[in-house]
C-alpha cells in the first residue's frame, strides 16, 4: 500500500519544513516537497504538524506488583499509546527474581506481548543484585536486543552503590546503557520509621515519605561514580529540581549521564496529596513543589535532560482505593495516551520547547539512546512509516472517560490542551485516526535494540 502524507509542516530534530512524505508498505521512502504518487491514497495534512512516532520510553503494561496486576495490559496499554501518537513503547522484562536467568524473563515477557500489542515494543532489562555479575547473560540479552538494564536504589530488588558502581562497567563491556531509579533506600526507609511511628500514614503523607532529598542523594552517588568510572548512567523518571541541577552540572563537565523526567513532575505538584485525590496521583518518585515544575522544564529547555516519557503504570480508582496508607497503594498513574498533547501544549505553546526540541525529547533521543535509531525516531526515507499528524488548532479537555486506558481515569482530568492528534501511522498502517482506534491487537512487533559498537 501506498500513502501520501501532503502539504504538512514536517517536524525534523532540527529544522520544521513544508512537504510531503510518501510511505510504501512499512518505510517511508520518499521525503520532500510536491511529492508525486500516482494511486497513492492521500491523506491532507495542510495545517497540520507531521511527527515522527512517539516513542514512551518508560513504561509498564501487565505488571504484577505482589498479587495485584495493573489495569493496563498490553493490548488495552499499547492501544492507548497509539490513540496518543505513540507508537513504540519501551517495557521492562524482570526476573521473578534473583533465582530466574535473564533468559527466562526475556522470553516470558516477549511471550506475554506477543499477540496483544497494538504499537511495536522494545524492552528494558531489569537486573536483580548479583546478576550484574553474569557477563555471559548479559551479553547475551544484548544479543537479543536489550541494549538497556534497569537498576533500583531502593525497593526489594535493590542494589547497593558498589553493585551498580559494577554494573556500570559491565554495561559499558557489553554496549548497554544502566538506567537508574534513584531514590536512596536508607532516607525513604528513616522517613517512612518516622511517619509510621507518628501515625501518619494515609496517602496524604506520601510525598513526606520520600523526599527529595533520596533522590538528590542517590543522583549525586551514582553521578559521582560515572565520573570516576568513566560510564555512561541514565536517570529515570527525576522529579526534583535539585537533582536536575546535578545531572547539568555532570553535564557542564563532561560526564555521560542523561536524564529523563515525566508529565507529571513538570505539570502537578505535591499538593495532589491533600486532596482527595492523593491515591489517584500516587506514584514513586512523589509529585514535587511548583518550583521543582519550573526547573523541570527549565531543564528539558536547555537539553539537561534528554527523554520525557510516562512511566506509564496504571491502576484503577478501586485498586488505588483499596490502598489504606502511602505505603500500600498501588503506586504508578496512566500517561502515555496524554504524553504528546502535554508536552505540546504546556512544553511547546508555552515557550519551553521548540518544535524540533519536542520531537528530539519524544522521539529522536530515545531512539538514540536506546539502540532503535534510525529505524524509529526520524522522518526519514528508509525509516518505518511511524507518523503521527498532529492538529495544533484541536482543543481537549482531557478527562479519563474518553481515553483508551484501562485505568479509567487521568490525573490530567481538567488540563485544557490546545493540539492533539488527528492520526496515527504505525508502520504505513492508520491505527488512530479523529478519536478512534483503528489498529489491531496483535499488530505490534519486537523492535530489538542495537547497541553503538
Ligand atoms: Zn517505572
Redesign the pocket.
Known amino acids: 500500500m501506498t500513502l501520501l502524507v501532503k502539504g504538512g509542516w514536517l517536524v525534523h530534530e532540527d529544522r520544521v519544513e513544508k512537504g510531503d512524505l510518501l510511505i510504501e508498505g512499512e518505510k517511508i521512502s520518499a521525503v520532500g516537497p510536491e511529492l508525486k504518487a500516482g494511486g497513492a491514497e492521500v491523506l491532507d495534512a495542510a495545517g497540520k504538524y507531521v511527527l515522527p512516532g512517539v516513542i514512551d520510553a518508560?513504561v509498564?503494561y501487565q505488571m504484577p506488583i505482589g498479587d495485584l496486576l495493573t489495569a493496563d495490559d498490553f493490548y488495552t496499554g499499547t492501544r492507548s499509546a497509539a490513540c496518543g501518537g505513540v507508537t513504540t513503547v519501551i517495557d521492562y522484562a524482570e526476573p521473578c527474581g534473583p533465582g530466574e536467568s535473564l533468559r527466562a524473563a526475556i522470553d516470558r515477557r516477549l511471550a506475554e506481548a506477543q499477540g496483544q500489542i497494538a504499537v511495536d515494543l522494545a524492552l528494558h532489562l531489569v537486573l536483580f543484585p548479583g546478576q550484574e555479575e553474569d557477563k555471559e547473560s548479559l551479553k547475551e540479552a544484548v544479543e537479543q536486543g536489550l541494549v538497556s538494564f534497569k537498576v533500583f536504589t531502593t525497593y526489594d530488588q535493590r542494589m547497593s552503590y558498589e553493585a551498580i558502581g559494577r554494573c556500570l562497567l559491565r554495561a559499558e563491556e557489553v554496549g548497554a546503557l544502566v538506567t537508574v531509579?534513584a531514590e536512596d533506600h536508607d532516607i525513604v526507609t528513616a522517613a517512612r520509621r518516622e511517619l509510621t511511628e507518628a501515625g501518619l500514614t494515609s496517602p496524604r503523607y506520601h510525598g513526606r515519605s520520600r523526599p527529595a532529598e533520596a533522590e538528590v542523594v542517590a543522583v549525586g552517588r551514582i553521578v559521582e561514580m560515572a565520573r570516576s568510572l568513566g560510564a555512561r548512567a541514565y536517570f529515570?523518571?527525576v522529579s526534583s529540581g535539585e537533582a536536575a541541577g546535578l545531572i547539568a552540572s555532570a553535564r557542564a563537565q563532561g560526564l555521560e549521564v542523561y536524564g529523563e523526567t515525566c508529565p507529571h513532575y513538570l505539570l502537578l505538584t505535591e499538593e495532589e496529596y491533600a486532596t482527595e485525590r492523593a491515591a489517584l496521583s500516587l506514584m514513586c518518585p512523589p509529585l514535587r513543589k511548583r518550583t521543582d515544575n519550573f526547573r523541570l522544564w527549565e531543564a528539558l529547555s536547555r537539553e539537561t535532560f534528554q527523554v520525557v516519557a510516562t512511566?506509564h503504570?496504571s491502576y484503577t480508582p478501586a485498586q488505588k482505593a483499596a490502598g489504606t496508607a502511602f505505603f500500600n497503594t498501588p503506586a504508578g498513574i496512566p500517561g502515555t495516551e496524554t504524553l504528546l498533547p502535554l508536552i505540546y501544549s504546556y512544553g511547546v505553546r508555552d515557550g519551553w520547547l521548540t518544535l524540533p526540541q519536542m520531537v528530539r525529547v519524544l522521539a529522536g533521543n530515545p531512539a538514540r539512546l536506546f539502540g532503535l535509531y534510525p529505524r524509529k525516531g526520524c522522518l526519514q526515507p528508509g525509516s518505518d512509516a511511524d507518523v503521527v499528524v498532529f492538529n495544533p488548532r484541536r482543543e481537549v479537555t482531557l478527562e479519563g472517560e474518553n481515553l483508551h486506558s484501562a485505568a479509567g481515569y487521568t490525573p490530567f482530568a481538567g488540563f485544557k490542551v490546545r493540539g492533539y492528534p488527528d492520526a496515527t501511522i504505525l508502520r504505513g498502517r492508520l491505527v488512530y485516526y479523529q478519536g478512534r482506534f483503528l489498529g489491531e491487537k496483535g499488530q505490534g512487533r519486537f523492535i530489538p535494540g542495537r547497541t553503538r559498537k
Open positions: 518508560h509498564h531509579h529515570v523518571h512511566d503504570c
